[in-house]
């Protein structure tokens, strides 16, 4: 079976709160800040099943969060170490007999910026998130990009760029999304570092848009 490697990104140090993020949607094992990540996405999601057992057998890395789609699967380990990271990687690409380069390179569907957010409005996405809540008078960045999964990198570049909070990720399905919010100074900061990041990964070319 042809397996198509869609995300395969390494997060060198998780920021404490997308570390806390994931733990609160992972069914697996928790991170904790300052650990390495890896994602990988593939596709059919099916083979994510078997490419767990290779990380896991190839090195000591911890599975966080997995996710097994008909069309999409997801995998993200992580440990203290980063060569044991890496490690567990490579034990994919070669099973697929894949480079890193093989993944697609993330394409920006949407970027979008919401302005002193309204109290009725921050209701609304404060009933939906995982992550912290936004606040009246604050700034809503929302990302939305292809594959789904660079969306765990995308929010974890944000929050290292400056003082934001992290209100909801999703990193699985056709689109991947981010929300963040916080004074808009900062969120403008995150945004264009973050933006001008997902452009130097490279990749194949995607050239076509999913559908929910």
């Given at each position: 079976m042809g397996v198509d490697l869609r995300t395969y990104v390494f997060l060198d140090s998780l920021q404490p709160q997308m570390a806390s993020?994931?733990?609160?949607?992972?069914?697996?094992?928790?991170?904790?800040?300052d650990e390495a990540c890896m994602i990988v996405e593939i596709s059919p999601g099916i083979e994510i099943n078997r490419l767990t057992d290779v990380a896991l057998k190839a090195t000591g890395?911890?599975?966080?969060?997995?996710?097994?789609?008909?069309?999409?699967?997801?995998?993200?380990?992580?440990?203290?170490?980063?060569?044991?990271?890496r490690q567990a990687g490579k034990a994919i690409l070669d099973d697929l007999g894949l480079e890193e380069n093989d993944r697609y390179k993330p394409v920006i569907q949407t970027s979008q910026l919401v302005k002193n957010m309204s109290d009725h409005h921050c209701q609304l996405i404060n009933k939906v998130r995982h992550g912290n809540m936004v606040l009246r008078g604050d700034t809503l960045y929302?990302?939305?990009?292809?594959?789904?999964?660079?969306?765990?990198?995308?929010?974890?570049?944000a929050e290292k760029a400056s003082h934001i909070n992290i209100i909801e990720v999703v990193g699985y399905g056709s689109f991947g999304r981010v929300y963040i919010a916080g004074d808009?100074?900062?969120?403008?900061?995150?945004?264009?570092?973050?933006?001008?990041?997902?452009?130097?990964i490279g990749g194949r070319d995607q050239g076509v848009k999913g559908a929910e």
């Open positions: 993020f994931i733990s609160t949607v992972s069914k697996g094992y928790f991170p904790v800040a890395v911890k599975p966080g969060i997995q996710i097994v789609e008909r069309l999409f699967g997801l995998l993200e380990v992580h440990s203290p170490s980063q060569g044991d990271v929302v990302l939305e990009l292809q594959p789904a999964a660079y969306a765990y990198y995308a929010a974890n570049e808009e100074a900062e969120v403008l900061v995150s945004k264009e570092i973050v933006e001008n990041r997902l452009k130097t």
